[in-house]
Each structure stands twice: as C-alpha cells, then as structure tokens.
C-alpha cells in the first residue's frame, strides 16, 4: 500500500510565519513596539502588565490585545485603565497566532500606538511555537510554579528575547530558588536579559519598566 504522509503541522506554522512577517511589517510601518507576554496561568502576566500600563502609559501610548480560550476577564481588568484592549478569546486554541493577531491589528489605530502589549494565552507549551509579528517575547515564570519550572519547558526559553522570574518575594515560602532559575534560565538561553520581579520590589519593577523604556525609545529613532 502506498502512503503519503501530510505534515500538516509544519504547513501550518509556515503559514502562520509568513502572515507574522506581514503583522510585523505593519507595526513597523506605524512605528509600533509590540510585546508578546507568554506564561503559565498564576504566573502575574496580567498584574505585570497592568503595572506597566501604569507606569509607562505616562510616557507611551499603549494598546491591548487580550487573549484567553473563552473568557474575557483579563481584558476586562486591563480596560479599567483606559488603554484600548481587544479581547481576542481562541476557542479551542491554547495559544494566540498570527490570524487573530492579523483580525486584532484592523481594529488598532496604529499611528496613535507606541506600544502594544499582546498577552497570550495561559501556558508555556502551545505558544512557543506561534510567532505573531512581535518585536519582543516575554516569558514570566513565577517561583510558585516551582524552581524546575524552566527546565520543564525548553522550548520557549530557546526562542524568547527576555526571561522575567516573578514573584519573587514568595521564594523562600514556596521553597523555590530563583538563583536556580536563573541559572537555569542562562544554561537554555545565555543571550537574552533574565529579570527577578515582585510588584512588591520597586527597584526590581524600575528595571523592567527601564528595560521596555529602552526598546520603544529605540523604535521611535528608527
């Protein structure tokens, strides 16, 4: 019997790639830094970027895509602090992708956005794979998940821009050791920042927002 073997999962992330260069290609004609927030459910994503909303949204203009399987919670916590935010929920998708990154863009004022925060779905599998026309990803792990957290998903440390180590006010009550993540971290990725952040710790949040701050004053020269 002949068979024909499809690999419909590699067609699909090539397809997801090309419409991500188009995504990209269009933030970059509107001069628009966008951020790609990946990590688990519990690891403060949402608290880190409502924080950066707060403090940057003084110097920046920023924008929300939200995006969660069904519910829009999160969207409805991040709208509070009038930035415009486009719930995108992904049904039975555990990731955000290029498409409904595409579908969010045209409902965006682009010329009028700095920064643009895109808040994945709540996990550290699916969303490694998925590119969708960011200039920066973000992975947030925080020390509740456990000091072996990082070693437990290769994948997407090998292909973020900045590793953020969460929370870290409670690492000593969960028995978790964040130099250990770090180390971690470092041993999967030596090139990209490692930052350790509680919204507890001021100093530590100022170097995250100083981080970003770099990255968008960057764009508006280019």
């Not at 170097?207 to 764009?219: G, K, L, P, V, Y």
Request: include cysteine; hydrophobic fraction near 45%.
């Amino acid at each position: 019997m002949l068979m024909h073997v499809i690999n419909v999962g590699h067609d699909v992330l090539k397809a997801n790639d090309k419409l991500a260069k188009k995504n990209k290609e269009k933030l970059d004609k509107n001069g628009v830094l966008a951020i790609n927030f990946m990590g688990a459910i519990g690891s403060g994503k949402t608290t880190l970027i409502e924080r950066t909303i707060t403090e940057l949204g003084k110097k920046y203009r920023i924008a929300v895509i939200a995006g969660d399987v069904i519910a829009d919670m999160d969207a409805g916590r991040i709208a509070k602090l009038g930035v415009t935010t486009i719930p995108v929920n992904t049904g039975r998708e555990c990731h955000l992708d290029a498409k409904l990154v595409e579908k969010a863009l045209k409902s965006l004022d682009l010329k009028n956005i700095d920064i643009l925060l895109m808040e994945n779905v709540g996990n550290l599998i699916c969303p490694a794979d998925y590119q969708l026309g960011e200039h920066l990803r973000v992975v947030v792990v925080s020390v509740t998940e456990g000091d072996d957290i990082v070693l437990k998903h290769p994948v997407i440390f090998k292909s973020t821009d900045i590793a953020i180590i969460h929370k870290k006010d409670l690492a000593e009550a969960v028995f978790a050791s964040t130099e250990k993540m770090e180390a971690d971290v470092r041993h999967l990725n030596s090139e990209i920042p490692v930052l350790k952040t509680s919204i507890h710790d001021a100093e530590s949040m100022n170097q995250w927002f100083s981080t970003i701050s770099s990255f968008a004053d960057e764009r508006k020269k280019d």
